[in-house]
């Protein structure tokens, strides 16, 4: 099976994790647009969704299910979104996209994060895919120093501006060992926006897809 077909199966998997009459929050990527195109068929039994980058709402509004500003929720049950790394504790990198503040904050205002991902996503310690920073631009130079400090090899993103105006620095060769250590540490440096390492709002639960099928990790 390939990859797409794994992406297809854990979008239409997530479906059963949506909860009916409440506002849906969708993440951003591939995976998620297999999810996007899969919620379409139930849209009349949503009562929208909240987006988490121009992409996704893009996406969204081409299949007629309507995007909901975040500032007018109280709250919303369930998150759904994939990621570039999952550990076996929940544990995720996020942000190949650049959409990692937006995602983040979406997360924030959900009781459950449903993570959906292949099996290439599934590893044993974060840090082999590049960790994603998003920063303030007057931020980059000073922020890229203190990636090396701690080991890691900071490259700018080139060509890209985020949804917020910022820009991405990607951090290679970091051995992620302890996420929450790690994330809080460096969203104290000034500058940064968001570090895509996602601990403190980690998923609920992983939606893997496998040749076997769909497997469902709780955490
Ligand atoms: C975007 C993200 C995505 O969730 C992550 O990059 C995974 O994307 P894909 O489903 O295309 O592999 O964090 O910022």
Request: net charge negative.
């Amino acid at each position: 099976m390939t990859q797409d077909e794994l992406k297809k199966r854990v979008g239409e998997a997530a479906l059963a994790y949506v909860v009916p009459g409440s506002v849906v929050g969708v993440g951003t990527g591939s995976t998620v647009n297999c999810f996007i195109d899969a919620l379409a068929t139930m849209k009349d039994r949503i009562a929208g969704a909240v987006s988490s980058s121009e992409r996704s709402t893009e996406r969204l509004r081409a299949h007629g299910i309507e995007v909901l500003d975040s500032n007018a929720l109280e709250g919303i049950p369930v998150y759904i979104d994939g990621a570039d790394e999952i550990d076996h504790g929940g544990h995720m990198i996020k942000g190949g996209g650049a959409a990692l503040t937006r995602e983040k904050i979406v997360a924030d205002t959900a009781e459950r994060f449903i993570c959906i991902a292949d099996d290439s996503k599934l590893v044993a310690t974060l840090g082999h895919f590049p960790l994603p920073i998003e920063v303030i631009p007057m931020a980059a130079a000073q922020i890229a120093r203190r990636v090396r400090a701690i080991g890691g090899e900071p490259a700018l993103r080139q060509g890209v501006v985020t949804d917020n105006g910022c820009h991405i620095i990607d951090v290679r060769g970091l051995r992620i060992a302890d996420p929450l250590a790690m994330e809080t540490e460096i969203n104290q440096w000034p500058g940064v926006v968001t570090v895509g390492i996602f601990a403190r709002h980690r998923a609920s639960v992983c939606l893997l897809g496998t040749p076997a099928g769909v497997k469902t990790l709780q955490f």
